[in-house]
């Protein structure tokens, strides 16, 4: 069977550190793979997706930025972390274009 | 481009009530439609989907909902709500190739 791991669960960085996230799925291949950050009433806004290695499309211009350096690895970077960081990041897989969405656990980041 | 909207930002019911959340949607072609639940800190967990087909659809923890067309809405019910409903759901669709969006989401409060 499929599974997502997604680390850390809980992050506490300064502004103006980096960051780094990392989302690996296991029990499949060429998965589509998705960063979304979740505000508090604001629901789930995508920031990446990708469908395949090296392949990254960014759906809001922001301080973040996403990799995939491996078929079921997909991280969330970003140089200089600001305030507007700070909240709750999910990463997600599917396996078609087609199939429903798959959620890590989520990290929650507080950027202080 | 598709929408998901949520009216709903909390609801409370007894346990053993009738629970109905509301979902509706715009879209420009067949709706893929998706319920998802998410406890405190947790990632999301898909209860049900709606591709195509009959328009009453089965969902885990007994949950079920309807895709009525004429009224662009897709709403979850459960006829009798337990204390362990209470969480965060989520409507979602996907919106054009490779991305999903979802709805603000619904807070669920279950009173004993």
């Known amino acids: 069977s499929q599974t997502i791991h997604q680390w850390p669960a809980t992050l506490v960085q300064p502004v103006g550190s980096p960051l780094s996230l990392e989302c690996t799925v296991e029990g499949t291949s060429n998965p589509n793979l998705y960063w979304y950050r979740q505000a508090a009433g604001r629901g789930l806004q995508l920031l990446f997706y990708?469908?395949?290695?090296?392949?990254i499309s960014s759906e809001v211009p922001q301080n973040l930025s996403a990799s995939r350096p491996q078929d079921r690895q997909f991280i969330l970077s970003s140089k200089k972390l600001l305030l507007s960081d700070s909240g709750f990041y999910l990463c997600?897989?599917?396996?078609?274009?087609?199939?429903?969405?798959?959620f890590g656990s989520g990290t929650q980041l507080s950027v202080l | 481009a598709q929408s998901v909207t949520q009216p709903d930002i909390h609801i409370t019911v007894s346990e053993g009530a009738s629970l109905e959340l509301r979902c509706n949607y715009s879209?420009?072609?067949?709706?893929?439609l998706f319920w998802y639940v998410q406890s405190p800190g947790q990632g999301l967990q898909l209860l049900l989907k709606y591709f195509s087909g009959d328009t009453l659809v089965q969902g885990i923890k007994g949950f079920e909902a309807e895709f009525k067309r004429s009224q662009s809405s897709f709403n979850l019910r459960k006829p009798s709500v337990h204390w362990s409903d209470a969480a965060e759901y989520f409507c979602?669709?996907?919106?054009?190739?490779?991305?999903?969006?979802f709805g603000t989401g619904t807070r669920l409060k279950v009173l004993a």
């Open positions: 979602a669709t996907r919106s054009g190739t490779y991305k999903y969006i």
């Open positions: 879209y420009g072609a067949t709706p893929y």
């Open positions: 990708s469908v395949g290695i090296g392949q």
């Open positions: 997600a897989w599917s396996p078609t274009e087609w199939a429903e969405l798959f």
